[in-house]
């Protein structure tokens, strides 16, 4: 009964773990509730009515969800410095309070501040956010001078109580948070095998949910490697152990995504494409279809569960159990003559699982450390010797970045977008109520967070506006269930605060939804409620949205086209940056850094999958933009993997005396280069005259000139296929991007 009860909360950690990577969302959502509730405590033992309770409770939010800082020395400077901006900007809230013109002028002058110090780093953004949302709260509770002494100690108690979870009851260091993300990495590897098997096993009715679940299963791995790789530099303090953990999540997470175009490629009778595993929708590939139940399929099936144990099961578990016995029989595929008898597209996946165990033990000993050897075989021996030999070689390196000046710098210019909107929402806020016009205000700089684009504050103003008129509804129910009961309904905002937290990086309508049944509770309890308060709310904010759209489409515009044509000029770069510098690795070139030229390039991927929500939300009218903007992402993202894996086996080749570096690649590599550049010089001016150049197959390429010599080397043979595959993906981008296609030309033949 206890080993199942282990084995049930082991269970349940692994499922938390992957479905909250690092528990970033559970433990914001548990301490800005715990230092809400904390103030409240403290301000009711005070005594304190129900205004200072609620200026309380939302000073004590603002204080806790405001700091960014990943270590704890920053984070208390910032929380330091932003109790004196909170109390001044609570004070002029109140000395303004009857002033209205005065007001109003020093409002659009805070919202232009508090968007301008962003390029200040985190700290500056924090202190920004206070500034506004407590001029914001001075504004709901109708702050005056002669209550301000209360206010003060509200604010004191909440920064205070702030502290506390943050630093005693709910501390958060950086390498807990990456540890936290490492086990989560683990766990949604574990379950994108099973995934995988799950594909193994589906009928020709089941094969289509089987293989969305694989490709959700990538995308989720590939998210907590990009979460991990922000975490490193502040997570570990060695440079060198940082790189290596880095390189060690690359593997696997390359291994894996292979492993999965593999199972597929072995269900069909024709080679998968990797575009399927990133495609949303795309059918999963036709031909000869598994499940089949012979011998070799159900060692297969038996091979891939064992792999998922290997990912989940604690090191300590290892010597002197089966579990070593099962890691050297998956390691042992590594060696052709340890692949079981089967079709060649089957033995594919058993090479594959042989990668995967191989990722996997380095994962292991990048995160456990040393690890007994008593059981290894052979063939294991000779990985731990290849991954003792990659460690060894690992260094850093460090890239600057230019950085934008003026009006052309992001910060600048949504500062003046948010300024001018801020000023019409103010004007025709108070046309609409002179009492609460500050929610048309709040909602114009709420959806300039974190976008770039007229068409991202389009989209965040259109979920915004649905999420406050649902929470209209849930709020209305709610403050009938607690009219006149001050605890229960502060329980009920506690609850709807937690939840806005927790779902926040999930969906931002939810997130609006709780936040407008929060705020229907707190005009319950200010015992200003009514219908007709909820109803002004879903009219301020849908003209606080309007006034944001129309001040980022009027007041130096960034058209959502042109973000995307930068963004993808920026992918296209980095994309040729890392295939260019593998490629010329793999001919003998000399090593440079590819990690982070590959981590660059996932996240100007990221960057422009983001921009690129306007083009493909389900409500655009423009169905053919929608299914471009989509396919040429998922391309692009095949094109990623490719690249990613040519860095990876080029990353070998300086600590593998047995893979020799194969010239005749640079051939392929000119090519694709080419490739490329053509095809960003197009996006950059669509009056470029480049051409994309087709040809003969990769493979034709590579044949030696001198009669008699070997085919290809064994590091060909490694990425033939990917460098095929690259090839092939980006002459598949000219036709989306009406890039002209030629025939390869003669003079560079």
Known sequence: MRAAGRRDRARLRDLAAASDPGLLRLTAGLRTVGAIALALAVLALFGSDVTHLVAGAMAAMVATFAIREKQRAPQAVTLALGLPV???????????????????????????????????????????????????????????????????????????????????????TAAGTLERLREAFRARLARLVSAQLDLLDAGPDDVDKALEDVRDGTARLHETAMLIQGRLDDGTSDETVARLLQRRVADAEIAAERLGLLLLTARSAERADTLTLHLPGAPA?????????????????????????????????????????????????????NLPPAPPAVQDVFRGIGESARA???????????????????????SREELDAEDAAITGAEESEPTETGLRRPTTRAAVQVAVGSALAIAGGELLSSQRWYWAVLTCWIVFINTASTGEILVKGYRRLLGTVLGVVAGIVLAGL??????????????????????????????????????????????????????????????????????????????????????????????????EAAIDQLSGGPE???????????????????????????????????????????????????????????????????????????????????????????????????????????????????????????VTDRVLRHLQRLDEGVVGLARPLNVPVGPRSKSKK
Request: aromatic letters at 6%.
């Open 86 to 172: 909170a109390l001044a900007a609570v004070s002029l809230g109140a000395l303004l309070h009857s002033h209205v013109a005065a007001g109003d002028v020093f409002f659009v002058m805070l919202v232009f501040a508090g968007v301008y110090v962003r390029r200040f780093g985190d700290r500056g953004t924090a202190l920004g956010l206070i500034g506004f949302q407590v001029y914001f709260l001075s504004l709901f509770v109708g702050a005056t001078v002669s209550a301000l002494p209360e206010l003060y100690g509200a604010i004191v108690v909440a920064f205070l109580c702030s502290a506390a979870m943050r630093f005693v009851v709910v501390p958060q």
């Open 360 to 382: 996997v033990l380095g994962l292991r000993i990048a995160l456990d450390g040393p690890q007994d050897e008593s059981d290894d075989t052979p063939a294991t021996a000779r």
């Open 285 to 337: 590939p036709t031909g000869s279809p598994l499940p089949v139940r012979d011998e070799a399929t159900a060692t297969l099936r038996r091979d891939l569960d064992a792999l998922r144990l290997l990912v989940l099961r604690p090191v300590s578990q290892d010597t002197g159990t089966g579990l070593s016995h099962v890691r050297n029989r998956l390691l042992g595929y590594r060696e052709e003559e």
């Open 592 to 714: 440079v850094d590819l990690l982070d030229k590959a981590r660059d390039l996932d996240e100007a991927l990221a960057d422009l999958s983001a921009a690129t929500q306007p083009l493909t939300h389900p409500i655009t009218p423009l169905r053919t933009r929608r299914d471009t903007a989509r396919y040429v992402v998922a391309l692009l993202e095949t094109c990623a993997y490719h690249a990613r894996a040519l860095a990876a086996t080029a990353e070998l080749l300086p600590t593998h005396p047995s893979i020799a570096a194969d010239p005749r690649l640079r051939r392929a590599g000119r090519r694709i280069a080419h490739n490329i550049e053509a095809i960003a010089g197009q996006v950059a001016d669509e009056h470029s005259t480049a051409e994309v150049e087709t040809g003969p197959s990769i493979a034709s390429l590579l044949e030696p000139d001198i009669p008699g010599t070997p085919r290809f080397g064994r």
């Open 482 to 579: 607690v009219a006149g009961h001050t605890w229960p309904a502060f329980a009920l905002v506690l609850l709807c605060i937690f939840a806005m937290f927790y779902t926040a990086p999930l969906s931002y309508t939810l997130m609006s939804f709780f936040v407008t049944a929060a705020l229907g509770l707190l005009y319950t309890l200010l015992h200003t409620y009514s219908l007709s308060v909820l109803l002004l709310r879903v009219e301020e904010t849908a003209l606080g949205a309007a006034c944001g759209i129309v001040a980022a489409a009027l007041v130096l515009p960034v058209r959502t086209d042109r973000r995307t044509n930068d963004l993808l000029k920026t992918v296209l770069e980095r994309l040729g940056e890392v295939a």
